[in-house]
């Protein structure tokens, strides 16, 4: 009935899915994969016994946290822990330190069910300190690669074909760029780092030789990259993918516009969604109106206002590769130009989508 494991390793290899009893307030700040918040005590519960435990102690906390988490308030939480093993009978759960509340509802889910559920040594915190420390770049065994291309590129198109990759951007919810950001917010720091490190565990548990990355900068979004690991990746070598302009119009217009909109007019509905994605687009042409000087950027909003009123009025959505193609040629390729400049680095190979992917594949794509 106390079945306890620090395996960590293995629940992130197998992806076991985890029951986080701990508050929401707690499960809000950083959680893990696979998790679910099914909650001993509520936000309001948990600060009253707290303030207990402050003011007479941990003997009097407990009283009061069973007073409070009884009759049919334990039975509601007893029976979503069981709906939630009957669906995933090898969960296991977790507070934030391994000791009472996960101890306690271990022992309720045995007297209701008379199943052993097993509890994490250490909990949250263990976990938490497990993932950090995976994250050391002495803990890598491949060699990275870093992606580069002009923005429009299809870079993270073309890391979905490789098996051996790790896409930074989606780990982080987050484009990359000024344009980059999705409706649902991106992960908390804490979250985006445990689950960068179950990715990266995951890869090592592959053996691949070679690690393949899109070449980012340390922030994506307001998620961060940790500097050691950041300066790891920063270290690969570096393939570079070249496309026409009117290639990466179309890239663009697909992800940004095609898909984007598509998306939330699912979210918002027809009477809202295009405008929504209006200011979306609006917000994100002004977030960098310093970088792109006055008259860059009248340009660049006059031929995305003229093309939001066309799609309005009649229904077509081609003017928009025009601001585009401004925005791409202008603002981000001389920038991206300085940047690889910059770098310095040697250029393993280049080439279009299909040769750079075929690249990777017969030379890169090995294990140990």
Not at 148 to 159: A, C, I, V, W, Y
Not at 176 to 204: C, D
Not at 234 to 240: E, M, Q, R, T
Not at 282 to 293: A, F, M, W
Request: net charge negative.
């Amino acid at each position: 009935m106390t079945s306890t494991s620090n395996d960590f390793e293995r629940i992130v290899i197998q992806e076991i899915p985890l029951i986080d009893v701990r508050a929401p307030i707690e499960f809000k700040k950083g959680t893990f994969l696979n998790a679910i918040n099914l909650p001993l005590m509520n936000d309001d519960e948990r600060h009253l016994v707290g303030i207990q435990y402050k003011e007479n102690g941990n003997e009097e906390a407990v009283k009061l946290g069973h007073h409070l988490v009884s009759g049919e308030k334990r039975q509601a939480r007893v029976d979503a822990w069981t709906s939630h093993l009957n669906k995933h009978p090898n969960s296991m759960l977790y507070c934030f330190r391994g000791g009472m509340r996960s101890s306690i509802s271990q022992e309720w889910i045995y007297a209701a069910t008379g199943k052993e559920v097993t509890r994490l040594e250490g909990g949250y915190k263990a976990f938490r300190n497990y993932l950090i420390s995976k994250l050391s770049p002495s803990e890598q065994n491949s060699t990275p690669i870093l992606l580069g291309g002009n923005t429009g590129s299809g870079k993270t198109l073309l890391l979905k074909n490789l098996e051996n990759s790790i896409d930074l951007e989606g780990i982080a919810h987050h484009r990359g760029s000024s344009f980059g950001r999705y409706v649902t917010p991106q992960p908390t720091q804490i979250n985006f780092e445990n689950n960068l490190a179950y990715a990266l565990i995951q890869h090592k548990h592959q053996a691949y030789r070679y690690m393949i990355l899109e070449d980012e900068s340390p922030n994506i979004g307001r998620c961060f990259i940790p500097q050691p690991l950041f300066e790891y990746f920063n270290s690969g070598l570096f393939v570079l993918i070249e496309l026409p302009v009117e290639e990466r119009v179309n890239i663009t217009m697909d992800e940004y516009v095609v898909e984007s909109q598509a998306y939330y007019l699912e979210l918002f509905g027809e009477d809202q969604g295009l405008l929504e994605w209006y200011n979306y687009i609006s917000d994100s042409i002004n977030r960098v109106k310093k970088r792109l000087g006055g008259d860059l950027y009248k340009r660049i909003m006059a031929s995305f206002e003229l093309a939001y009123k066309e799609q309005v009025l009649s229904g077509s959505n081609c003017l928009h590769k025009n601001w585009i193609e401004i925005l791409l040629k202008e603002y981000y390729d001389p920038m991206y130009e300085y940047q690889i400049q910059k770098k310095s680095k040697i250029i393993l190979f280049r080439g279009n989508t299909d040769e750079v992917l075929g690249y990777f594949k017969t030379f890169y794509s090995g294990r140990f």
